[in-house]
């Protein structure tokens, strides 16, 4: 008797699905599960909630004889520059162990002894942790932003605009969580991950205004900048594409090494 | 012609094979093994399946096969390189050289295909500790099928009955003890009714009474699937599986069904009454015998004849005893070696 004769019988049909998304919708439920099911999703959003909207708060609250439109720039500028620098730094302590963990811990040797492509399991990590840094770090603090400013600013924030920084900085969350990723399926430890991670964040906070700006643009570390030039409607000195299609191409670059290391890796 | 150690205790074992016969056991053609007839078609295949690990060999040259519905023990001390095969098999692992089959698919190319009609439990197997029993079956189930949700949770109940987790399948797998997961792992191994189970020590984890029920499981479910498992206890091997894989220093040295493996070929045990120094000195006298050996018991006597041909030690041996009226014959038959006997003189055997 066959697997799928039994399976009939008791009216389960096979799963199915063929090349790289075979078992990619069970992994997504499980992934979003952690987030969402488990007391992550609220200490995250507690955390973003105390960080973005508590600085920014202040910085509204203080507006120490400035000008109303300066204290809106002000504010914007400061939550999308502090969203980019902790959101990376959190991504990177957060993630270390995604893949690295699962790998210690034997549980992703189990789960690719399942039906399922190695390619899903990494894109499944990928898909869900960005839509919870997204929603926990960026969505909620952004909406958060928004109702305060209301309320403590006199002059208005273009909600245009700040959706457009918005966007920037989820390219900014989504490089960290590929990039940590990435790391995670090619170290077998999480010091090298973390190093390599928050190491590039903070350079980017040292040492973006005296490297060559060929070195600068090549880099993640401007992409806070580019939100909150958006944001505030302010053009920077540098054009603000460039940043943006730089972070687009090693976003792919980083998920094709890391699926493919994984691809390879051996259990 | 009669040479006791042609059996199984010959190295190389190609050597066994040539000299037993036992090259014929192929797929189509398999002897009965334990009682069974396990001949079908070949489930698992390998030929010349090797790994390295830098400059160690995990695995020589395996060459292998599973046929249908046959329970095979792949047994091997610590590091023979049994847990390396079996992840070969699977596809979690690529082979140096050599390569594999599982119901005729590739096993580096097919292994998605494969692992749909496969059901694995890991030497140690480690679950998402915040799911529950019935979470982790749920998530396990439906990398292999989909449909009513009611249907899943059938299944997942008949499963979890099966393995005595039934009580304890809403606690979160994070306070189970090494027996519970061993269990919960053989549950998940099952859930999708595999034609092919491949166990890496099942009862390695767990108390006798759990081995016990492990066996009977494994009993149980050898109606539908075939069994493919890895264990050092040579106990439960030869209680159970139909044919054993021996597998020492990466290299397989010993294939046979266990009954092949266990039979003490060219020697004879006889349990006897009365004056036995006649009936002695007569055997050694026969041209066919080689050996001897005569031991008291409480009952009675025993004696342990090795001859040279069996077929005259078939036809011979019995009547010749039996011509002799001061003796009582209580027992006869074949000398049945012990596995455990078997394994040591295989590996040490290999070893010297």
């Given at each position: 008797m066959t697997a799928t004769t039994r399976v009939d019988k008791v009216e389960l049909i096979p799963a199915g699905g063929s090349g790289w998304t075979v078992g990619l919708s069970n992994l997504l439920r499980k992934e979003f599960g952690q987030w969402w099911t488990t007391k992550l999703w609220?200490?995250?959003?507690?955390?973003?909630?105390?960080?973005?909207?508590?600085?920014?708060?202040?910085i509204m609250l203080d507006s120490s004889g400035m000008a109303p439109a300066d204290l809106v720039r002000e504010a914007v500028q400061t939550f999308f520059l502090v969203?980019?620098?902790?959101?990376?730094?959190?991504?990177?302590?957060?993630?270390?162990?995604?893949?690295?963990?699962?790998?210690?811990?034997?549980?992703?040797?189990w789960v690719v002894s399942k039906p399922v492509s190695r390619t899903a399991f990494v894109v499944s990590k990928l898909i869900a942790h960005f839509t919870g840094f997204a929603i926990t770090a960026i969505l909620i603090p952004s909406a958060v932003f928004l109702v305060t400013a209301q309320f403590l600013l006199t002059e208005p924030v273009a909600y245009g605009p700040f959706a457009m920084g918005m966007a920037v900085t989820a390219l900014n969350v989504l490089f960290y969580v590929v990039l940590t990723l990435t790391l995670g399926c090619m170290f077998k430890s999480r010091g090298p991950?973390?190093?390599?991670?928050?190491?590039?964040?903070?350079?980017?906070?040292?040492?973006?205004?005296?490297?060559?700006?060929?070195i600068v643009l090549a880099t993640p570390w401007l992409l806070g900048d580019?939100?909150?030039?958006?944001?505030?409607?302010?053009?920077?000195?540098?054009?603000?594409?460039?940043?943006?299609?730089?972070?687009?191409?090693?976003?792919?670059?980083?998920?094709?090494?890391?699926?493919?290391?994984?691809?390879?890796?051996?259990? | 012609m009669c040479d006791r150690g042609s059996v199984w205790n010959i190295e190389p074992m190609e050597s066994v094979f040539t000299e037993t016969g036992l090259e014929e056991l192929r797929?189509?053609?398999?002897?009965?093994?334990?009682?069974r007839?396990?001949?079908?078609?070949?489930?698992?295949?390998?030929?010349?399946?090797?790994?390295?690990?830098?400059?160690?060999?995990?695995?020589?040259?395996?060459?292998?096969?599973?046929?249908?519905?046959?329970?095979?023990?792949?047994?091997?001390?610590?590091?023979?390189?049994?847990?390396?095969?079996?992840?070969?098999?699977?596809?979690l692992s690529r082979p140096t050289s050599g390569q594999a089959t599982l119901f005729g698919l590739d096993a580096v190319k097919d292994s998605t295909a494969i692992r749909t009609r496969v059901g694995y439990l890991a030497q140690d197997p480690r679950f998402y500790t915040h799911l529950t029993a019935r979470e982790t079956l749920e998530f396990t189930a439906k990398f292999f099928f989909k449909g009513p949700k009611s249907a899943i949770q059938d299944r997942i109940e008949e499963t979890l009955d099966l393995v005595g987790l039934s009580d304890k399948a809403d606690r979160p797998t994070k306070g189970f003890s090494g027996g519970e997961r061993q269990r919960l792992g053989i549950a998940q191994a099952q859930v999708n009714h595999p034609d092919l189970l491949v166990l890496d020590e099942p009862a390695a984890a767990l108390d006798p009474l759990g081995r016990r029920d492990v066996l009977k499981i494994m009993e149980r479910l050898r109606e539908h699937t075939t069994i493919f498992y890895s264990t050092h206890i040579l106990d439960d091997v030869q209680r159970v599986s139909d044919h054993v894989v021996i597998l020492h220093q990466g290299r397989k040295v010993a294939d046979a069904t266990t009954s092949q493996l266990l039979d003490g070929g060219c020697t004879y045990q006889l349990d006897l009454r009365g004056d036995t120094s006649t009936a002695k000195s007569t055997l050694q006298g026969q041209p066919w015998v080689s050996e001897v050996v005569l031991s008291s018991t409480e009952s009675g006597d025993s004696?342990?004849?090795?001859?040279?041909?069996?077929?005259?030690?078939?036809a011979l041996l019995l009547r010749s005893i039996l011509s002799d009226d001061a003796l009582t014959v209580t027992n006869f038959g074949r000398k049945q070696h012990n596995l455990e006997d078997v394994f040591l003189q295989l590996v040490e055997g290999q070893e010297t």
């Open positions: 609220w200490i995250q959003t507690l955390i973003w909630l105390l960080l973005l909207n508590g600085v920014t708060t202040v969203a980019a620098t902790a959101v990376g730094i959190a991504i990177v302590l957060t993630l270390q162990g995604s893949i690295v963990g699962e790998r210690e811990l034997g549980t992703a040797a991950i973390a190093g390599i991670g928050i190491t590039l964040v903070l350079m980017g906070q040292f040492f973006k205004g005296m490297l060559p700006e060929t580019v939100a909150a030039s958006f944001a505030v409607q302010q053009p920077p000195a540098f054009d603000r594409m460039v940043p943006m299609i730089v972070a687009g191409v090693e976003i792919v670059i980083l998920a094709l090494v890391g699926i493919w290391r994984f691809n390879r890796e051996e259990f | 797929p189509a053609e398999v002897r009965e093994g334990s009682g007839d396990i001949s079908g078609p070949s489930v698992i295949h390998a030929t010349g399946l090797s790994k390295r690990f830098g400059s160690v060999d995990a695995l020589t040259g395996l060459d292998l096969n599973v046929p249908q519905h046959s329970i095979v023990g792949f047994l091997g001390p610590n590091g023979a390189g049994k847990t390396t095969a079996i992840k070969l098999l699977l596809g004696m342990i004849v090795t001859v040279t041909d069996q077929r005259a030690g078939d």
